[in-house]
C-alpha cells in the first residue's frame, strides 16, 4: 500500500528563520518523491522531485529536501522564510508500474510572520 | 502558451443540473488527471487516463464521468450536481514516472 502523512497541518514562523515541513511516506515500490507549493487560488507549482539520484535535492525558490530511506521521509526545508513562502504545501509519492500514480497528502499550511 | 488549461475557471450552478469541465494540455503528456480538492485543501485522484485510456478510477459517484477525445484532451462531466460537489477540481498531465505534474489552475465549482 502507499501512502503519504505530512505530520504538521499548520506550521508558522517567523520571517527569516528555517522552514521545516515534514513527510513520512510509505511505498511498495521504489518510489518517486515530489513537494508541490499551492499558494491561494493558484494552481499547483512543483518545488523539487526526487527520482533515485542524490539524496538531496534542491528546488526552486531556495527549497531542498533530502530523501532518507532508513526513515521513509522526505522533509522539506528553506534555511530562511520569505514573506512569499506562506502557501499550502503538499508531499506527494508516485509509484506504480509506469509512476502514474500519485498519493498526495493532506498539505501542510506555512504561515510566515512579518 | 499556456501548458494545462481548463475551462470553465468558476462554475456556479444548481443542485440538479448537468456540467461539463474542460481540460487540454499541449505538452505532448500521455497521461492526463483530475483531482478534487474538498474545503480542507486535500486533493484526492478522481480519475487517470493514459493515451485515452482510463488507468485510475477511484472511489466517484458514478455521476462523474470522464472522456478524453484524444490524450491532449480529458474532460470532466458531472450529472445530477450535489452541494457536497463544491470544490475546487484540477486537471494535470504527465509524461512519464519521475517527472511530475504539470497542472491546470483549477475550476472552482459552487453548487448552490
Known amino acids: 500500500a502507499q501512502s503519504v502523512t505530512q505530520l504538521d497541518s499548520h506550521v508558522s514562523v517567523s520571517e527569516g528563520t528555517p522552514v521545516l515541513l515534514r513527510c513520512n511516506y510509505s511505498s511498495s515500490y521504489s518510489p518517486s518523491l515530489f513537494w508541490y507549493v499551492q499558494h491561494p487560488n493558484k494552481g499547483l507549482q512543483l518545488l523539487l522531485k526526487?527520482?533515485?539520484?542524490?539524496?538531496l535535492v534542491k528546488g526552486i525558490n531556495g527549497f531542498e529536501a533530502e530523501f532518507k530511506k532508513s526513515e521513509t521521509s522526505f522533509h522539506l526545508t528553506k534555511p530562511s522564510a520569505h514573506m512569499s513562502d506562506a502557501a499550502e504545501y503538499f508531499c506527494?509519492?508516485?509509484?506504480?508500474?509506469?509512476?502514474?500514480?500519485?498519493?498526495f497528502g493532506t498539505g501542510t499550511s506555512l504561515t510566515v510572520i512579518p | 502558451d499556456t501548458a494545462v488549461s481548463q475551462t470553465p475557471k468558476y462554475l456556479v450552478t444548481q443542485m440538479g443540473n448537468d456540467k461539463s469541465i474542460k481540460c487540454e494540455q499541449n505538452l505532448g503528456h500521455d497521461t492526463m488527471y483530475w483531482y478534487k480538492q474538498d474545503s480542507k485543501k486535500f486533493l484526492k485522484i478522481m480519475f487517470s487516463?493514459?493515451?485515452?485510456?482510463?488507468?485510475i478510477n477511484e472511489t466517484v459517484p458514478n455521476r462523474f464521468s470522464p472522456k478524453s477525445p484524444d490524450k491532449a484532451h480529458l474532460n470532466l462531466h458531472i450529472n445530477s450536481l450535489e452541494l457536497g460537489d463544491s470544490a475546487v477540481y484540477f486537471c494535470?498531465?504527465?509524461?512519464?514516472?519521475?517527472?511530475?505534474?504539470?497542472f491546470g489552475s483549477g475550476t472552482r465549482l459552487t453548487v448552490v
Open positions: 526526487y527520482t533515485s539520484a542524490a539524496t
Open positions: 487516463y493514459n493515451n485515452k485510456e482510463l488507468i
Open positions: 494535470a498531465s504527465s509524461q512519464r514516472r519521475g517527472i511530475g505534474y504539470t
Open positions: 506527494v509519492v508516485s509509484v506504480g508500474p509506469t509512476g502514474n500514480q500519485f498519493y
